[in-house]
């Protein structure tokens, strides 16, 4: 449960004060791509941010870096719940990725510390069933909070998720990094290793299979409360509910995956996830170029897209780190850093292309889907047999 908590952290930190970001835009008199800069910055902070933890995870340990992690966290929740201005707000954002990446990246690392391959796979899978909850649950949370007390209430409440983050890891965290690497810090040695990550076909075409999943997904994380709540005029209490039937198509998928991957296998289960994802984002685009702009034109289609996601992401997640024993915390973090700052570009397309249209968010999801199935099957699946 603290494992499935840590990886969820940046779904909550996302996808809690969504409700609000339409009313950000009033509340700041700021446009709509700054305040999606609120998103995108965001997620840029957290991929890059892995490319530390990583090394830092493997030299002295996941559980010290991660406490350290986590109250960085905090205090940057803090200066969110204070900003004055959009900048501020932004500011924040970016040192709230800066200690949230710890959770996702040392977490992913401990699955491999204590799992091998394949149970790691069901691992993910179960784990990430249970965090879809998080996106389901916080998007409700959130738009009751922001209608009750105003945008301020959903940082009161990631002040609080951090805090009883940092009690959890204290409390119940033991270390499972039998043999820290006292030259994971070392410069040259950590950019040989990255280097040596980007190097290998298996390991970027998983991820980057993963990545651009990811990155679909993502665009409808980032614009979807503009296009509910401001173009098809979701009412800001519903919106959560509208949302977590997205997400409920995410669920089914990894509780799919759980159940499906040990006997059908890593790279079958991955291959039919990019295909169905490709079909999804199709359906979406068709609609939405078609003139058809209603709330069911758009969650049907993503909810298919997020079945597909979930079938793709701990299997790619799996097959890409398991092979990497010893520095599964750089390759965790590699992996992070991709998946991670494919969804921010992703986000900022949504952001700068929004007309007032669901055509957007939806050419965004075709065109991520389309490229995780040219990955899979242009790179993994052309390689060499080992």
Request: proline share 4%; hydrophobic share 55%.
């Amino acid at each position: 449960m603290l494992l499935t908590a840590l990886v969820a952290f940046g779904a909550v930190s996302t996808d809690l004060y969504l409700p609000s970001l339409p009313d950000l835009t009033v509340a700041f008199g700021a446009s709509v791509s700054q305040v999606q800069l609120t998103l995108s910055v965001f997620v840029a902070g957290f991929a890059v941010a892995q490319l530390i933890y990583g090394p830092l995870s493997d030299r002295f340990g996941r559980r010290r870096v991660l406490i350290a992690g986590v109250v960085t966290y905090f205090l940057a929740s803090l200066v969110c719940l204070s900003a004055t201005t959009i900048e501020g707000l932004i500011f924040g954002r970016f040192l709230q990725a800066l200690g949230a990446c710890s959770g996702p990246v040392i977490g992913r690392a401990i699955v491999r510390d204590v799992y091998p391959r394949e149970q790691a796979a069901r691992v993910f899978s179960y784990m990430a069933s249970a965090m879809a909850l998080a996106p389901a649950v916080a998007p409700i949370v959130g738009g009751w909070a922001h209608s009750l007390w105003g945008w301020q209430a959903n940082f009161v409440l990631l002040s609080l998720f951090g805090a009883a983050l940092l009690i959890g890891v204290w409390l119940m965290l033991v270390e499972t990094n039998a043999h820290p690497d006292p030259h994971a810090l070392v410069p040259r040695r950590m950019l040989r290793t990255y280097w040596s990550l980007l190097r290998d076909r298996g390991f970027l075409g998983h991820v980057m299979t993963a990545g651009f999943s990811f990155g679909g997904l993502f665009s409808f994380i980032s614009g979807s409360a503009f296009v509910l709540i401001g173009v098809l005029k979701v009412d800001a209490r519903d919106f959560g509910f509208a949302f977590g039937a997205v997400v409920a198509g995410y669920i089914a998928g990894t509780f799919t995956a759980g159940r499906l991957s040990r006997r059908v296998g890593l790279e079958r289960m991955i291959g039919a996830g990019t295909l169905l994802g490709c079909a999804a984002g199709a359906l979406l685009a068709g609609l939405a170029f078609a003139g058809v702009e209603t709330v069911a034109a758009v969650i049907a289609p993503m909810s298919l897209y997020f079945f597909s996601v979930g079938l793709v992401l701990p299997n790619a997640t799996a097959a890409a780190i398991s092979p990497f024993a010893r520095i599964a915390g750089s390759a965790s973090a590699m992996l992070g850093c991709l998946q991670m700052g494919t969804g921010a570009l992703a986000g900022w397309a949504v952001g700068l292309l929004h007309d007032g249209t669901t055509r957007p968010m939806s050419a965004v999801v075709l065109v991520s889907g389309l490229a995780a199935a040219a990955v899979y099957f242009g790179v993994v699946k052309s390689r060499p047999p080992i």
